[in-house]
């Protein structure tokens, strides 16, 4: 059959297959622990453990794109927040869910698609870990109080903003937060226009966004604070590397009366 598009999935879908496929490439980036990239630490990103600090966000129900290995997955946990924590990559969410074990903190495989092999030894609850696209996990909450990716929406394809929008749409509660840390544009990442990548069939190993760009792309939420990640010492606790932008956003409370039928 030719005539394959009927509806908007169907043309992302045919959209993505312009681009290598995330997968094998995040479970053999996440085999090779010994490669020693600075965000395989167990840390959390500076970011989040400042707008913790400052008390911009409160403990509530906490969703992590693009969870990875699970490093701010399992710090938001382990203060308290209860965490659905998504990655394609089947290895990284393993080593996710070996870290909150050692971490002590009890998995909660009830409703998660992740491999499903803790044992829940810790006394704290630990994130649920799905393995899935971002855009496909069956997450058991209809709203959460905070929306993080650290890493993930620069790896999308362009037009997969469009689906982005949707789930923070769809996920995100009134007055929650969504922050992001993203390939800084003038520091790393690739500044080809969205129409040139289609044409490429490549993202350049991610793309880069400058503080205006990532305004405009979340207008519909109230920036509280976008910034270069601070650069930490490799002995500090925190992660941070400067050439992340990172954001904090929140979704306006809407004041329009609820419709009646
Ligand atoms: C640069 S890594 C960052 C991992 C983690 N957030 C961290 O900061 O340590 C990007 C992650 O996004 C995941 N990823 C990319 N596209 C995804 C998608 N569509 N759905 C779920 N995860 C995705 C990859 O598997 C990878 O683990």
């Known amino acids: 059959m030719n005539r394959t598009i009927r509806t908007t999935e169907d043309v992302l879908t045919l959209l993505d297959g312009l681009f290598p496929p995330a997968e094998p490439f995040w479970d053999r980036f996440y085999a090779d622990r010994s490669a020693g990239r600075p965000f395989f630490a167990p840390k959390p990103d500076e970011n989040l453990a400042h707008y913790l600090d400052r008390g911009l966000l409160a403990p509530g129900r906490a969703l992590d794109l693009g969870c990875g290995n699970g490093r701010n997955a399992i710090h938001l946990a382990s203060l308290g927040f209860e965490v659905d924590a998504v990655d394609l990559s089947a290895t990284a969410i393993a080593w996710a869910e070996e870290r909150a ?4 903190l009890g998995l909660d495989t009830g409703t998660g698609t992740g491999t499903g092999t803790g044992t829940g030894t810790g006394t704290g609850t630990g994130p649920r870990f ?3 696209s971002i855009f496909e996990a069956e997450l058991p909450h209809t709203r959460y109080d905070l929306v993080y990716d650290s890493g993930c929406l620069h790896h999308l394809p362009p037009h997969r903003r469009v689906s982005y ?3 923070l749409d769809r996920v995100l509660a009134p007055g929650g937060h969504f922050a992001v840390t993203a390939f800084a544009a003038g520091a790393t990442g690739s500044e080809r226009p969205d129409e040139e990548l289609y044409r490429l069939g490549a ?3 991610g793309l880069a966004y400058s503080p205006d760009e990532l305004r405009s ?3 519909g939420f109230t920036p509280l604070e976008i910034r270069p990640m601070a650069a930490q010492d490799p002995d500090s606790a925190l992660f941070g590397v ?3 932008l990172t954001a904090l956003f929140q979704r306006t409370v809407s004041l329009r009366p609820a419709a009646h039928p």
């Open 165 to 167: 929008l949707a789930l």
């Open 217 to 219: 792309l979340f207008r």
């Open 101 to 104: 074990r050692e971490a002590g």
């Open 203 to 205: 993202l350049e190993g």
């Open 242 to 244: 400067p050439f992340l």
């Open 130 to 132: 799905h393995r899935a």
